[in-house]
């Protein structure tokens, strides 16, 4: 099974990760051409095709939920370092 | 003199320049829903197109969902003022428990033992008290690295093999701590962890002059614990049984508590096993999953199981609990209290297993009857399997500094940190999971492990998937939820 | 309802006496004239007001002024009042107000009118007016105390926006080691750091501050309050005190705008703000703005259990003492009457003609005196 995705739709981390988490279910090699991502996705343990078919549906809602995670996170890590430093700062009584 | 009285609309205006998103993360939760986490570990459930409105800045303001969002600290705009703030205290509250470092210290004091549990993974059926009791000289030794901690107050349990079976010493320890906690005005309490099958009044009356609980073992009903527990005399159960009757009238009913074993043989049976609880009047139970050590994985053929059919027994056990408290009875499941502690309350509760960075070490540290130390009570049963990966060092020999600083302690914790591990990281579920070094380490041979594969990871996202779902589609049992949590 | 001011029915040789005082009555004569400028003397029913000090007498008790006496009888309906009562009596205007009742448990200083917010419901409608005298006022009348005194309380307008009040806290602290105070505060004063850390220096044995929290919502709450931005600094306030250890309490008015997201209010609070030492969930007293903004405001409080319920429930699993205030019992889910507080203040609080039969109208608090300008349509005997 082959899924290719538009690289400027969709980043490589994504992907990676996205191949990561669904590594119970799937072997994935990744590879890049001109403008796009290339995934060819093996079964592992090997399935039918109905549950191939659900499988690479969820891989692809997988790749959509990082790139959702890459925004979260573009706009908020300055946010949470922020609040980790604030949390860990040593404890004083007076107030401010 | 009187003002106009202004509308709720023009309160509103702020929100009109738009929102900014906080710290979150989001993973499935079933179907088309997903469960959102913020750094306190509060949670919101929202489907997935709304998901992606909320992320694009395109959530309108009057969905039901932007409120929730604001006052839950997910979203914020500009008369958010004090929501960061707020953030930072939360995560510093759910953090304070590390400032305390080291609450459990677990002294092994000797390794005999009369049961033959095919589960156990470190006990000796021998008489040989040189060769498997804990001296006195370790004991103080260890005692002395216990007292190192910076918890003012802080747990010693006694373990084994059967721990009863060296009274003498625990008497020693215990007087010997008092005393020691008397001068540096710290306090100690006592836990020990018996199977009751030597208990005598005499024991108790010493437990009873030192304010120190019993937790004993009960798998379940007679015929799945002697199954589980063999000993000569095939008369565990009866023994537990008396035991624990002896204790409750020497201690009082709540001194008194039970923890299961889960074997093969319980799998099908948890509203069995939670009853014969109820009946011997106990009013919660911990529906433990088996650890993969030691005899157990000798001995395989009898207790293998999956995380499927476990998970089959857990929520089997927790439904039985959950229509007990609906029916008004006060019964608890403690594996899920611990979990609901982290969703539910500003509050860390401490559970070793369910920690990051991991508990090993920074929660619990295990004294050996010969003097080894290790970071869990694992990471010794390993040990007993010839892997020594989790040993930090020899009370005799080694200082507390070169164990709690030794490579073998600050490593894995590091690695295993939930905060920057692939898939934990991103998890929704991170703030009520744990870095288990030891587990991954044993089954899948390094301290990270690979989570989409790890039983540990796969039980525990299940459920907390299953706890979100109960009270989503239920606020009775949200209000039950609540009360097992309570602090009152 | 008893009365606590109003206009002098007789006066007699006022006419040396300054433009307003402050005075304790007493029936000690020879204390009344030694310290002519604390006391005033209460007479004794049918007798005659002597020279050389104030004399107060009520009305139908026969007493009289004689010669060269001062005196001021007070109107029938206040045959109340009693030796160790403070009263202030303006002499131009005659008129009396009781400013402190021996006998009450719910004595209340006003300290301003003056406000920085301006509720929906406020039952004392702020004025701007500089009205500094009644907080000096104050200093006089904590002075005329007995060292026994119980528990008070200070309120508004808001108390902390003059800085003189913590020391009159202050001087509470020194001379009344007995009394419990509680102060009701907007909290937004105590968003700057120096002033939570003025209030925490007094270090007072018992003071607690009373701070209403109407949502999880910013934009709920400022509307409530009428003022843009109160909310962030009422929570930091709450913040900045907690930080400093000091005491205290959120209280929820309960009515149309607050209500519906109660519950969320109450799961707020055990998340962020689990630390406060008391919340108050209060019944809508119809009186002051309350009345221009009925229709915005009035929710029949039996429509609101369930969420009164649940906030409840959340707050006291977790261990966060809870008091429900000026609600009937006929109107409170049976649940929550270990949570009922007979709060209405003496001098306010009345039973409807219906409660005569109510069999438990002796733990039940009753209602305000001005709830007869719009009530629940469930009051009923139980």
């Known amino acids: ?96 | 003199m009187a003002k106009r009285f202004l509308p709720a609309e023009h309160y509103q205006k702020s929100r009109q320049g738009g929102y900014r998103l906080l710290p979150f993360r989001f993973t499935a939760l079933r179907g088309n829903s997903f469960v959102l986490t913020n750094m306190a570990g509060e949670y919101l459930v929202a489907e997935r197109d709304i998901l992606g409105l909320i992320v694009r800045h395109q959530l309108p303001l009057d969905s039901p969902i932007y409120d929730q969002l604001k006052s839950r600290h997910f979203i914020e705009d500009d008369d958010s003022g004090v929501a960061q703030e707020l953030l930072a205290l939360k995560v510093r509250t759910k953090s304070q428990h590390l400032a305390h470092f080291t609450s459990l210290h677990i002294f092994v004091v000797s390794l005999r033992c009369e049961h033959s549990c095919p589960y156990c993974q470190v006990s000796r059926q021998s008489d040989d008290k040189i060769a498997f009791d804990m001296s006195l000289e370790t004991a103080m030794k260890s005692l002395d690295l216990a007292f190192r901690t910076p918890a003012k107050a802080f747990k010693i349990e006694f373990q084994g093999g059967e721990p009863l079976l060296n009274f003498e010493l625990i008497k020693q320890i215990v007087l010997e701590a008092e005393q020691r906690a008397i001068r540096e005005e710290r306090e100690v309490a006592f836990v020990i962890a018996t199977n009751l099958a030597v208990v005598t009044e005499d024991i108790l009356d010493f437990c009873n002059d030192h304010s120190i609980l019993i937790s004993t073992s009960l798998d379940g009903p007679r015929d799945l614990h002697n199954q589980n527990r063999p000993r000569p005399g095939k008369d565990s159960y009866e023994r537990t049984i008396a035991g624990i009757e002896l204790s409750r009238k020497v201690l009082g009913h709540d001194r008194v508590s039970a923890l299961m074993t889960t074997t093969r043989f319980s799998l099908k049976r948890a509203s069995e096993i939670i009853d014969e609880y109820r009946r011997l009047g106990f009013d919660q139970i911990f529906l433990r999953a088996l650890s993969p050590y030691g005899f157990a994985v000798k001995t395989k053929s009898i207790n293998a199981y999956d995380a499927a059919e476990w998970l089959q027994f857990y929520k089997e056990g927790l439904d039985h609990v959950i229509k007990l408290n609906l029916d008004g009875e006060r019964f608890v499941e403690r594996y899920a209290a611990i979990i609901l502690t982290k969703m539910l309350t500003p509050f860390n509760p401490g559970y070793v297993d369910l920690m990051s960075p991991a508990g090993i070490g920074t929660q619990a540290l295990v004294y050996n009857y010969d003097g080894d130390i290790y970071a869990s009570d694992e990471g010794r049963m390993l040990a007993e399997m010839g892997d020594k990966t989790f040993r930090l060092g020899n009370a005799m020999t080694n200082s507390y500094e070169d164990i709690i600083f030794s490579d073998a302690l600050l490593n894995p914790i590091e690695d295993s940190f939930t905060g920057s591990v692939p898939m934990c990281s991103e998890c929704a579920f991170e703030p009520y999971c744990g870095a288990e070094p030891v587990f991954h380490h044993a089954t899948q041979g390094d301290p990270v492990g690979h989570k989409p594969t790890s039983g540990f990871c796969t039980r525990n996202m299940e459920i907390f998937r299953h706890l979100i779902e109960l009270m989503e589609n239920s606020p009775e049992i949200e209000r039950i939820f609540r009360s097992w949590v309570a602090t009152r | 309802m008893i009365t606590l001011q109003g206009n002098f029915k007789r006066s007699f040789g006022l006419q040396k006496l300054s433009e307003r005082l402050v005075r304790r009555l007493t029936m000690d004569r020879a204390a009344a004239v030694s310290r002519s400028a604390d006391f005033a003397l209460l007479l004794e029913p049918a007798s005659k007001a002597p020279e050389g000090c104030l004399s107060v007498a009520v009305e139908g008790s026969g007493c009289e002024p004689s010669g060269a006496s001062t005196f001021i009888e007070l109107p029938r309906d206040c045959d109340h009042v009693t030796a160790g009562d403070v009263v202030r009596f303006e002499i131009a205007k005659q008129r009396f107000r009781i400013l402190y009742r021996k006998n009450s448990d719910h004595n209340n200083f006003l300290v301003t009118e003056r406000c920085d917010n301006y509720c929906l419901m406020c039952s004392q409608p702020p004025k701007s007016a500089n009205d500094d005298w009644i907080l000096d006022e104050l200093f006089d009348v904590i002075r005329l105390l007995d060292e026994q005194t119980g528990g008070f309380g200070f309120t508004g307008g808001e108390p902390t926006l003059n800085d003189r009040f913590v020391e009159l806290l202050k001087l509470c602290n020194d001379r009344l080691p007995d009394a419990a105070i509680h102060v009701l505060s907007n909290g937004r004063r105590f968003s700057d750091p120096s002033f939570a850390e003025r209030w925490a220096s007094i270090a007072h044995r018992d003071l607690m501050v009373g701070i209403p929290v109407y949502s999880d919502i910013s934009s709920i709450h400022d509307h409530v309050v009428q003022a843009d931005g109160a909310y962030n600094e009422t929570i930091r306030g709450i913040l900045n005190l907690k930080r400093l250890k000091q005491r205290v309490e959120i209280r929820v008015v309960l009515h149309q705008r607050t209500f519906e997201r109660l519950p969320e209010l109450a799961r707020f609070i055990t998340r962020n703000l689990l630390f406060v030492d008391h919340v108050a969930l209060m019944g809508l007293e119809i009186s002051g703005f309350t009345r221009a903004n009925l229709d915005q405001l009035w929710i029949d409080p039996i429509d609101y259990q369930n969420e009164l319920y649940d906030a409840v429930s959340t707050l006291d699993a977790f261990g966060i003492r809870t008091s429900i205030y000026n609600l009937q019992l006929c109107l409170l889910d049976k649940r929550l009457w270990k949570f009922a507080v007979k709060s209405i203040s003496d001098w306010k609080r009345e039973y409807f003609p219906q409660c005569a039969g109510c069999s438990v109208r002796a733990d039940c608090g009753g209602m305000f005196a001005t709830a007869k300008h719009r009530f629940s349509d469930h009051i009923r005997p139980l």
């Open chain 1, 1 to 96: 099974m082959q899924l290719i995705f538009d690289d400027a739709a969709y980043n490589l981390d994504a992907v990676k990760k996205a191949a990561y988490r669904l590594s119970d279910k799937i072997s994935v090699h990744i590879w890049t051409a001109p403008a796009q991502i290339i995934c060819d996705i093996s079964f592992s343990p090997p399935v039918p095709e109905a549950e191939q078919a659900k499988i690479t549906a969820d891989f692809r809602n997988e790749v959509l939920d990082q790139d959702l995670r890459q925004s979260i996170g573009r706009e908020t890590s300055a946010i949470r370092n922020a609040i980790l430093a604030i949390a860990f700062s040593p404890v004083t009584s007076r107030c401010g």
